[in-house]
């Protein structure tokens, strides 16, 4: 991805915006404006399981599996540069993560400050306020190495829009490519029946780049657009629910990706555990999550038929997909020739 000039530079901006700021967090050590704990916020869901996907790729993030593996692959120029790159980027990912949780606690000047912005979950409410107490925050520790407020909002104003601008780009282009394999798959099992070529004449424009881009970009514009009912406000994006949903789903990547990884190790002969438990875990709490936000989608003021479908066939492709694993952990393993080959050798 970041080999695109446009994604390079905003890195560039993005790593510099980081740099400034845990700079001047340390240079201004101020105090935690939050309060340690908050059981009970007003209108919050429950703690359980919703904590662990909330900042959905600070800790574990299913999005880079996703992208590491259909895109980063085929960009290496040799196997041993997946650790850096990949553990490199996920560090920088965590380091992101802990910046805006810092931002939203130690970066306010007094908890009265805090409390206009989390006082109650309806008062952290909307996209907008998120975005400004991300920005208010940062820039309060960039101002600490002397820099003016102006310049500072503006600088992570930047960070904002341009990490935001490299991860759309990202996903439209994820995107086009699971709309050409898909085309493909399909096209396949078309070949197998007795009339191919009507078939293959109409999925054959949409394995075309062009009208691949144009699909996802569509399908992002129709959502971005799309509005769902609200309780106090009567319309609201439904941005703002699939961001719920967006966590859910992408911790259950990260989940599938571990128990890929669990796979390779059984594989190679080599412990399970240490990535089986934390997969296993992952893939647990966010399926209970997944439930609550089909129940929100079914009945309630922010029901929706179409939140309901899109999440139903996450579900059921993610479940699907952990069947796929334990068959295949259940599967005998047979050694390879190319396996006794390395081990003779």
């Not at 208010?136 to 600490?144: A, Y």
Request: charged share 10%; proline share 5%; hydrophobic share 50%.
């Amino acid at each position: 991805t970041l080999l695109q000039s446009r994604d390079f530079l905003n890195s560039l901006l993005l790593y510099l915006g980081l740099g400034l700021a845990y700079v001047g967090l340390f240079v201004g050590n101020p105090s935690f404006a939050a309060p340690a704990f908050a059981p009970h916020p007003e209108g919050a869901p429950s703690i359980i399981p919703f904590v662990f996907f909330f900042i959905a790729c600070g800790a574990a993030s299913g999005f880079h599996g996703l992208v590491t593996s259909g895109t980063t692959a085929k960009q290496l120029d040799r196997e041993p540069h997946a650790r850096p790159i990949g553990y490199g980027g996920m560090v920088a990912e965590s380091l992101l993560g802990l910046l805006a949780t810092l931002a939203c606690t130690a970066g306010f000047s007094s908890s009265e400050v805090w409390h206009q912005h989390y006082g109650s979950w309806r008062s952290a409410d909307g996209l907008t306020t998120k975005i400004d107490a991300f920005i208010q925050g940062t820039t309060s520790f960039i101002v600490n190495l002397g820099v003016s407020e102006e310049l500072s909002s503006a600088l992570v104003a930047m960070v904002v829009v341009s990490f935001a601008l490299t991860t759309l780009d990202s996903a439209t282009r994820l995107l086009r490519f699971n709309i050409e394999e898909i085309s493909t798959t399909v096209a396949s099992l078309f070949t197998k029946t007795a009339r191919p070529s009507k078939a293959l004449d109409l999925l054959s424009p949409t394995r075309s780049r062009y009208v691949s881009s144009a699909l996802a970009a569509a399908a992002i514009a129709f959502f971005a657009f799309y509005e769902i009912g609200d309780e106090s406000t009567g319309k609201r994006p439904a941005a703002l629910a699939l961001w719920r949903l967006f966590g859910t789903t992408n911790q259950l990547l990260a989940g599938l990706t571990l128990l890929l990884v669990t796979l390779y190790l059984r594989h190679r002969k080599w412990p399970i555990w240490p990535v089986a438990i934390p997969g296993l875990f992952m893939m647990g709490s966010t399926t209970v999550a997944m439930v609550g936000n089909l129940a929100s989608f079914a009945s309630g003021p922010s029901s929706d038929p179409l939140l309901l479908v899109v999440g139903s066939i996450l579900a059921g492709l993610a479940l699907w997909l952990v069947v796929e694993a334990a068959l295949s952990l259940r599967k005998p393993r047979h050694t390879s020739s190319v396996e006794v080959f390395v081990e003779q050798t």
